[in-house]
Structure formats: C-alpha cells, structure tokens
C-alpha cells in the first residue's frame, strides 16, 4: 500500500483502501463487470505477504483507494538477496491529476534517507559529490546492489593504477570520469551505460560549446587517460574482466581504495 501511495503521488488524506484476489474466471461470459468480479473476489486481510498472493507470473490482485481502481499483474519475478532495494519503481509514463511523475524523486522516498545516507557513506568524497549534485538518487538502489561494503580481490599492482584516478585535472574531465565509473557500474549493454553517462553529464549541468547535450563519445574523450586506465586493468573494452572481476575494480574505484 505505501509503494503504491508512494509511487502513484496520490493525495496525503485518509482514503479507504484494498486489496482483492481476483477470481480469473469471474468474467469468461463475458457478462460481468469490474464491480462483479470485486464482488466475486476475495478481499485480502493486508497483514499478509504480498508473496502469498503475487508469486508467479500473470498473478493479478487489485488495489482499491478511493475512487480508484489499480490491476497489479507480476510481469516478472527475480532473486533477492540483502542488497536489493526494498522497492523501486523502474519506469512510468503519465500522472493524475495535480501531480508529476518523477522517477527520482519516487524513488529516493521509497529508498528511504536512512538507506542513503548509509550507502554514500562507502563512496568516495568525488564520487559521493556526484550524485549529491545531479540529484540522481536512483543511483543508490544500484549502489546498494553492488554491495560496497565486500571486500575487494585485487593485486597490488591493481591497487596501484587505480590509486592515480581520475587522470584528468579539470572538474568537466572528473565529472566526465565519475559519470563513465557509474555507467559501467551498470553492467549492462552499451547502449544502457552511454545512457546513464549523458543522463549524470546533463544533470550535472554540462553541455557542449553549442549548448547541447553532450553525447557519449564526448563524454568519454573527456578522461580518456583514465579510462585507458580502467581498460588496461580489465574494467572495460576488449580485454575486459569476467563480471565478477569488474565488479571489484569499480567498488575499488568508487570506495576509493588503492
């Protein structure tokens, strides 16, 4: 019910809320109604799991607040472990009225201040200011994911060369840098990390000398001595390191250790 609350921006006063096990059989004539099947459902005591109810694929409850109705269907379901955000919420497009859909700020509500404020802690002072200027909280649930607080793996050598970063000594070259460290902190395809660099770069404030976005390919030329760095270690590029590897070399780097 909070994540709901919390996500939909729905207005602060009491309203009387539900949920509903929906009867999937309850409309194959065709003939009744959304009343009906609310009728014909179960209402759900809301002391229970939400897995008791939602633990497969295509499972439906309903949500009641108010006047309004919600359809919660699982799309997906995946593994947790101690470092997955409580909640979050991945996307959305629309709003009610009187409100604005805004991802960062859903999403640092559902983290919780306590939440990050614990996980910046482990970030190093350049790499913690980042993301206290951009305003990018959704960056926190990735934070919390890689679990910094696990020891690293590295060779001394490692150790060594990462120590050094960033290269760069303008502050668009160290943004530039910390915002390419994040997007690979993403460990995802191409395409999401040059996303997630522009996306931290425009929030940061830069743009390019004719007032655009910065893309990708600009961001990256900013601290290419640093970078190069990261590819001879096997953070990125050809030679990459397996997952596992990479994911030390970015918790050295974003902890600051060397």
Known sequence: HDVLVTCFDLPPEESPWHFYRVDKDADKDGASTREDQRTESRRIDPSHHVAE??????EVVEFTWGLWDFSLTVA??????????????????????????????????LTGQAVIDEVLTYLTPPARGIIERSRLFDFVPLLQALDLSRDVELSPEILQKLSTLPREVTTEGHDAFWSVVLGLACMGAQDLMDAVTVTTMEALG????????????EIWGMCEASTGVLASVGAWGPDAAAPVDRLDILRAVLRGVG
């Open 53 to 58: 109810f939602l633990w497969r694929e295509e």
């Open 76 to 109: 997906d379901i995946y593994p947790r472990d101690s470092g997955t955000p409580q909640a979050l919420c991945v996307g959305g497009s629309g709003s009610f009225p009187g409100s604005r859909f805004d991802l960062t700020a859903i999403n640092a509500e």
């Open 206 to 217: 830069w743009i390019d000398d004719d007032g655009e976005e910065l893309t990708a390919d």
